[in-house]
């Protein structure tokens, strides 16, 4: 349980925790529960939990408490709504989630919602979870769910295992005899004396998963498990069309387009799953140094870091909603390997990384690399990645999941040591002999400070397994002792005392003049506007450069503009292009090159969009007022459904992370960008 004592508290969990703040008032001024606490409801239980206050006022970044008079009267509305099937799907509260604190003589009610459990998703309003009934928490807001996406939460709630399931038409005819071949003799060789090795093709296959009878319709055939596992790609597609198996190796870090190795669904091999292992897992590992090493007298080949990469392939083929719109995708850096595969992890991230808690999307899938040697065992398989990662003091890994742009859940490996030599020995001169006494935690949010230039409370939860709360406390104690500066607020961002931290006002100079009368065209709320998402965005072939609505930056300027007209800044590494209006004609001409397919058609492919915007940050930073009118999209939902997810990607750059939503927020390809 979360203890809020002060005002002061609330600025921490804030951090934290998702929060949201209410007034609760009523008509009679006495207190009433409001309708608005309902979307919050679903939210919080489909997202991750939160937070409510009821009696608080949240003006900007400050709390205003109001109270509730009559708490009595609001507690027993919400418990009798709560067991109102009629009201809400579940009911997530006990006693013990809803409590009274006392501010200044006023009470306000703390409502603590816990995440429900996949089988309690979707939590809904009425008795029908579609027609917008279904919320779930992105960027501080509710949003109602589609009803595919919800549609795909009820089957997550009641397949406990998706690979299970016995597709219609699909026989030993669909199967890749090459890669089953292939997959016999590895399991025959790991134990030569197992009964199954003397079992002819079909009831081997049936042992293992592959093949399966349903007692109750008389149906057998293959599983989609055996379909997956060893079927020809023609035969999956047919059966699920968004498979896609993606290899990329990448030749320099600071690369997001070009690849010199790819494996991907091509026809020039199987593309069931078992392949894609055995060839990709040659890759990643191909150039890692394997050091000599004794184990009972015999040489061992393989390192921590070859079993972490092992786990971490088949944790992404095991773990994957192979019916979601996101590709399976592995690529391997010269820094790092990234793992993602479609659909949100079943457990909560903390959870995962703790171990011991298993809930596998695939069981059959992770049953059948299990027998032949590969993935540990089940709730096992991530702490087992983190320790082999700690071995070689690499920074520790990331494990999220995002909604945007697709569901889909991403591993970051990366080999750069989380404490560098450089790093470590300027914290010590600065801070001497106190930096010796602090905590672990305290010491990493330094060298993430030191090292990238910031920190935040996300990207420290992502390397630690700490609570949540007790990482807002060790950066609040880091400031209050003068180690860190903080911007304050809701999304802090923390950086080391004296650092220069770019801004927009001090890198692009004072805001322009808005007008006050703004164009209906350009309104990011218009129904006109919403994307076809996910595939397909509108256009927006009226925001021309000359529009007063887009009044240029250039009368502001805090640095001087190369012979292409780019701003140019000693606190950014890179130009910055904040203007299309003063660009030289070549630089501009190849700018609406690189996105000629956005800019003349109203909706294309979601990939086409990424490869553009990509190509337009690499090597420069881009305004978002010029990127949106370099691709004819409106501004805020070019950020919502494709910039916001980038950057939880880690293929764009910030150059102002100290304000991350800020309106002349600027982007740049990943790894052409330090500020």
């Known amino acids: 349980m979360i203890r809020i004592e002060s005002i002061a508290d609330l ?20 207190g009433a529960l409001p309708e608005d606490f309902w979307p919050t409801y679903s939210a919080f239980g489909n997202t991750g939990g939160g937070l409510v206050l009821l009696g608080i006022r949240e003006k900007g970044e400050q709390f205003c408490v109001e109270g509730v008079v009559d708490v009595a009267k609001v507690r027993k509305d919400l418990f009798v709504a709560l067991n109102n099937r009629q009201k809400v799907s579940v009911n997530l509260l006990t006693d013990a989630h809803v409590r009274e604190v006392t501010f200044d003589g006023r009470t306000v009610i703390v409502i ?3 995440r429900a459990t996949r089988r309690q998703q979707p939590v809904h309003l009425t008795t029908n979870p579609f027609a917008g009934h279904t919320f779930r928490r992105l960027n501080d807001g509710d949003h109602s769910l589609t009803d595919e996406e919800v549609r795909r939460m009820l089957a997550e709630q009641v397949q406990d295992s998706r690979d299970e399931r016995i597709p219609r038409g699909y026989g030993m005819e669909d199967l890749d005899r090459e890669s089953f071949r292939a997959y016999r003799q590895i399991f025959s060789s790991r134990d030569p004396g197992h009964p199954w090795i003397a079992e002819e093709d079909r009831e081997f296959l049936r042992l ?39 290899y990329q190796e990448r030749p320099e870090a600071k690369t997001e387009t070009r690849w010199i190795d790819r494996l991907t669904l091509d026809g020039k091999w199987s593309g069931n799953l078992f392949d894609f292992y055995r060839r990709v897992y040659l890759k990643l590992t191909a150039d890692l140094k394997v050091p000599f090493h004794l184990v009972k007298g015999e040489r061992k080949e393989e390192t921590p870091v070859h079993e972490a990469l092992r786990e971490a392939l088949a944790n992404v083929l095991v773990h994957a909603d192979y019916s979601d719109r996101a590709s399976v995708r592995v690529v391997k850096h010269p820094d790092r390997f990234v793992f993602r595969n479609p659909g949100l992890m079943r457990v909560p991230v903390e959870v995962a990384l703790q171990g011991g808690e298993p809930d596998c999307r695939n069981r059959t899938l992770h049953k059948m690399f299990r027998l032949v040697g590969v993935g540990e065992q089940a709730g096992t398989g991530i702490p087992k990645i983190l320790k082999g990662w700690r071995t070689q003091h690499w920074s520790p890994p990331n494990l999220h999941d995002t909604p945007v742009p697709y569901l889909q859940t991403l591993l970051e490996l990366r080999m750069i040591d ?44 992502a390397v630690t397994t700490e609570h949540p709360v007790d990482l807002s406390k060790t950066l609040r104690h880091l400031t209050q002792t003068g180690m860190l500066e903080s911007t304050g607020g809701r999304g802090a961002v923390y950086h080391l005392p004296g650092e220069v931290i770019p801004t927009p006002d001090n890198v692009l100079g004072p805001a322009p003049r808005i007008p006050t009368a703004s164009s ?106 010029c990127l949106a009118e370099l691709v004819h999209r409106n501004p805020q939902a070019l950020r919502d459904h494709y910039l916001t997810g980038l950057l939880q990607d880690r293929r764009l750059t910030l150059a102002f992370p100290k304000t991350p939503t800020h309106e002349r927020q600027a982007y740049s390809s990943t790894h052409t960008a330090t500020p």
């Open 418 to 461: 989380l404490f560098p030599e450089k790093v470590m020995a300027g914290l010590k001169r600065r801070f001497g002999s106190e930096f010796d006494r602090l905590s672990y935690v305290e010491r990493v949010a330094l060298a993430l400070a030191g090292s990238e230039g910031t920190v935040n409370h996300a990207r420290l939860r």
């Open 11 to 30: 600025e921490l969990i804030r951090e934290s925790v998702d929060l949201e703040c209410k007034l609760a008032a009523g008509r009679d001024g006495r």
């Open 208 to 246: 293992i998963g592959g093949w399966r009878k349903d007692r109750e319709t008389g149906d057998s055939g293959l599983t989609l498990a055996g379909l997956l596992m060893f079927g020809q790609f023609t035969a999956i597609q047919e059966e699920l069309p968004n498979y896609m198996l993606d």
């Open 112 to 114: 603590e919602i816990p």
């Open 520 to 625: 209906p065209n350009l309104e990011p709320s218009s129904p006109n506007l919403e994307p076809s998402f996910p595939h397909l965005e509108p256009s927006f072939p009226h925001l021309e450069p000359s529009s007063p609505h887009l009044e240029p930056s250039s009368p502001h300027l805090t640095g001087t503009r190369d012979p292409d007209g780019c701003l140019l800044s000693e606190q950014l590494n890179l130009p910055v292009i904040d203007d299309l209006g003063v660009l030289s004609a070549d630089l501009r001409g190849a700018l609406e090159s690189l996105a000629a397919l956005p800019r003349s058609k109203a909706k294309v492919p979601r990939p086409v969009m990424i490869e553009a915007i990509l190509k337009l940050c690499e090597g420069r930073f881009v305004v978002l007022r």
